[in-house]
C-alpha cells in the first residue's frame, strides 16, 4: 500500500484548501482513512477518520465545523475540505490507513499547509 497525499500550501487566515490522498493497492475499500497533522515542535495528532465505508466520520474538536473528510473508494481516494483555516491549523498534514483488522498501517508522506497573511 502507498498513500500520496497531496493539495497543500500557503493560504490566508479564513482561506479554505483541499487535501487529497491516493491509495495505491488492493482493496481500499476495507481501509479506514484518517489525516492526521504535525505541528513544529508537537505530537501528531489525529484531525479526522472516516470507517471504510464512509458515512461516518469524526473529528477532532479543533476542526469540528470547519473541515470536512470524505472518500471516493470508485477512486481510491480520501479528502479534507478544509475551510476558515487559522493559523493554528499549520502543519504538515498526513494521510493514515488503517486495515478494518487493525493489524496494519500505512501513512502517505506528508504534506505542508501554512495559513499566514
Known amino acids: 500500500v502507498q498513500l500520496v497525499e497531496s493539495g497543500g500550501g500557503l493560504v490566508q487566515p479564513g482561506g479554505s484548501l483541499r487535501l487529497s490522498c491516493a491509495f495505491s493497492g488492493f482493496t481500499f475499500s476495507r481501509y479506514r482513512m484518517s489525516w492526521y497533522r504535525q505541528a513544529p515542535g508537537k505530537e501528531r495528532t489525529l484531525v479526522a477518520g472516516?470507517?471504510?465505508?464512509?458515512?461516518?466520520?469524526n473529528y477532532a474538536d479543533s476542526v469540528k465545523g470547519r473541515f470536512t473528510i470524505s472518500r471516493d473508494n470508485a477512486k481510491k481516494s480520501v479528502y479534507l475540505q478544509m475551510n476558515s483555516l487559522k493559523s493554528e491549523d499549520t502543519a504538515v498534514y498526513y494521510c493514515?490507513?488503517?486495515?478494518?483488522?487493525?493489524?496494519?498501517?500505512?501513512w502517505g508522506q506528508g504534506t505542508q499547509v501554512t495559513v499566514s497573511a
Open positions: 472516516i470507517i471504510s465505508a464512509g458515512g461516518i466520520t
Open positions: 493514515k490507513a488503517t486495515s478494518d483488522s487493525g493489524l496494519w498501517d500505512y
